[in-house]
């Protein structure tokens, strides 16, 4: 069977091969690619601007706006001369979770309680399916601030047990607290954020309270709200908080006084709850709807290496109108522009495509541009590309997301993974002079995990966080184009030296917890 499949990919491969072999791949020479500065600057600025208008509606997979984004980078290549690399031309189609609904048996008891399904609690959306029953441990917000004296598991034994936590964040104590300002809220107040802590300290399942309000408790959050980027392999739900209220109650505990004490002095106030259990049936169905990433290749020119590839990629997605995804629920309904999430990375990834296509001679090996949908929504994107690539996987020597490169400041320039390969940080310094590069060993939980997880050397690029993210205040006028041009500038010489190096990089596999 191994022989047959090695056969299989052998044919498939060289079929690839011969479908771009006819395509022209122009006619400038190297010297005549857009110079440093105004002509970069100028295409930069009309892919950026483009893909965050109002006519693209945020880039929502289940907006009409994804596909005017998706023609218009497929029109870009096409201008190129580069060959399409999809199996609809440069369409690579695949189905994209777009909402959640309840699908079977799903009901909830806590104490001597059985809880009423939509008035008294609901399951959360990025919930896995099935049943779990436990005793119910207390964990605070749910919180562990890495690298900052926060911890809500710390003290606690979570292994096997039910979590109660609450939504949210304590208020912020001093310049230096992890936590964020209302209505601006850190990374931990974030459902998934949450749901795999509760999940990596061993819980059963998870209840998220919200305890906001001492008098008419909030609603209940709609179930495609609570969708996560993916299952989280935990079963979870939100609980309103007079029945949470209730039960805790019954077992000798306040829940508003612990909530009480946690804001006031940022530290975690965890506990179990003796005599407390809780019994979770979920069963969901994920609602899906076909889209596409968009594909294209332009062929090495080395015999020996033109059948090994690197991959640049970004993903073109955005929240459409933030029914799902945004960090301001007022703003539900409005556009998310997206223009540094992440129109700044196809722009990126369109002007190298552009650059490359017009020097002479080619890259010696492969190169393939992949804009890539659903990462929002899970990275469904590139994790398809990566396990149904028009080449096989193995061919791939490097890949290089592009995710949120817009708002350089300082001169500075992040790097997750750069230590997936154990050339990567030398070959990024050495193609980043003069910018204040920072690498880190993992991380970056974008489209180039999907790589990760095939055994490819991948790198993420980005700019670094900023009040706009996940909100409609996104726009194109706050983009930092110059810096655009410094990172085009820098990938491209990092491609070349890729696909000019003889050698394979030596792929150091994350482990799950560093992804």
Known sequence: MQNRNARLNAVFAAAWLLTILSVPLGSANENSLPSRGESIAAELTRHARTLSSDEMMGRGVETPGIEKARDYIAAEFKKYGLAAGGDRGYFQELEV????????????????????????WRPLGLSSSGSTT???????Y????????YDDYAGIDAKGKIVLALRYEPPPKGENSPFGKPPRSSRYAALGAKAANARAHGAAGLL?????????????????????????????????????????????VSLSELKARIDAEEKPHSAAVPGLNAALTVNLKRIVQPSDNVVAVLRGSDPAMKDETIVIGGHYDHLGLGHYGTMDAKSE????????????????????????????PAPSRTIVFVAFTGEELGLYGSKHFAAHPPFPIASTRAMINLDMVGRMKDNRLMVNSADTAKEFREMIGRAGPGLAIEMKATGGGSDHVSFHNQNVPAVHFYTGMHEDYHRPSDEWEKLNIEGMVKVSDLVLALVKELAATREPLAFVKPSRRDR
Do not use: C, W
């Open 97 to 120: 979770p777009t909402g959640v609904e309840i699908a079977g048996q799903t009901s909830a008891k806590l104490g001597g309680s059985d809880l009423t399904l939509g008035s008294e």
């Open 134 to 140: 436990g005793e119910v441990v207390f964990a605070g």
């Open 142 to 149: 749910g919180i562990t601030a890495e690298g900052y004296d």
């Open 208 to 252: 998220l309270v919200d305890a906001s309000a001492e008098a008419d408790s909030p609603g209940l959050i709609p179930l495609r709200r609570t969708m996560g980027r993916s299952e989280e392999a935990l079963i979870a739900a939100q609980v309103r908080r007079e029945a949470a209220e209730r039960a805790l109650g019954a077992a000798g």
């Open 333 to 360: 309904g409005q556009i998310h522009h997206g223009a540094d999430d992440n129109a700044s990375g196809i722009a990126v990834m369109l002007s190298l495509a552009e650059r490359f296509a017009r020097a002479r």
